[in-house]
């Protein structure tokens, strides 16, 4: 009797999901990899790459100065010239205003802020993506930790069990093969903790190389607001923002103003330009009556009307409307795999919220499955072997109910993320700390035309991981109840 209360006690312990008084959040979670994650860093430094395009488009029409200076020694004159100076100094300074070049420069900056705007939908794709992997492994930390709970109290159960037989077996109420039954299901526990356990590190790790920092006891994520009601309208919301298709809609009609560009190239070209120059013989003409510096100044029109290229611009343009087809069959690509995600990731969410409830069921039924067997094994109508296999199917219904958790919360997230509804601005991680803005870097640099304005030199914004202790499978605070 003292050992079926132990038992009783034993399963009673066993929790699915910790629920710690005070713990990191999922949010808590999101921010961190939303300020440190390198993934994000990098594709924030791509995009500021990707706005310096539209100025070096807009550049090509803009007026240009330069300016040379030449100085020569003389070392050996022509025996006709008139004047034999040693030495010259000559200096001169050219500007060039581009007035018409058959529309390359209006394209090519239409192009570049075109590839802006599809720059920074996948800056939200990428932040889709990984906050997506960051609730996989949120989430992928509590179903293992549950799961170690479970096989922990597993083995303490059969510990127990196993010690009881034995106990029968020295005054002869159960047999050797009792005794050995017991002792393999032991074993058997032992090793799914050790697998458990292995588990666990590895989720934890994959945390850690997500989010910056090691996983402490992680609370129950919070409902997730927003999901559809039907798959045709998370298919709708999905085809209207999700950030993907609309990268590919904007490097689509990118490619567009590519063709126009490539075009340009047999059209003529004018522009205005204006030249001065300035030359000294530096004293060394010998001859008095003969200016030792002069200077000059030349403005005018330049008009340049392409005969023959050698079917360059043809070629060109024929590469760019290829690209452009590329683009636009990129376009039905992106919508076909964005459609089978959505209802992929519709279905796996409704079908694991119902494996949910199902699996609740079945941890109830297995429960009182237990009770009862054990009660019938003390009247001699069950045996030890009926006792460890429903222990088992018990085990087994809570493993399910703890994965179909993770499973449906995931799914959901990914719902989410397909439907262009999981990024920071949605999940309310501006109470960590002003939102990166795309815009503002686009607009710092985008009127700047002085050729000597830098930036800092780049340095490493996220964190590194090494300092970070390995992992290890210590379950953190006390057991609470299930979620």
Known sequence: MRCRFAIAALLGSACLVASPASADTLRDALASAYAENPTLEAARAQLRATDENVVIQRASGLPSASSSGTYTEY??????????????LSASVDLTVPLYQGGAVRNGVRAAETRVEAGRAELRGTESMVFNQVVAAYMDVIRNEAIV??????VEVLEVNYQATSDRFEIGNLTRTDVAQSDARLAVARGNLQSAEANLITARERYVELVGTAPGELAPPPPLPGLPADVDTAVQIALENNPDLIAAMERAQASRYDINVAGAGRMP????????????????????????????????????????????VSARERQAQANSQAALEQVVATERAIIAQVRGAYTSWRAASAIVLSSQSAVDAAALSLEGVRAENTVGNRTILDILNAQQELLNAQVELVTARRNAYVAGFTLLAAMGRAEARDLGLSEYGPLYDPVANYERVRGNVWDWSQDEDPVTQSVRTVDIPAQDAEIPGNTGAEQ
């Open 149 to 154: 709970r479970l096989s922990a109290n597993n």
């Open 269 to 312: 070209t004018l522009e205005a330009y204006s030249t001065g120059g300035y030359q000294d013989y530096l004293g060394t003409l010998g001859n008095p009556n003969s200016p030792e510096a002069s200077t000059t100044a030349q403005a005018g029109l330049r008009l340049r009307l392409p005969l023959f290229q050698g079917g360059r």
């Open 75 to 88: 070392l050996k004159q022509s025996s006709t010239s008139f004047i034999s100076p040693d030495r010259s």
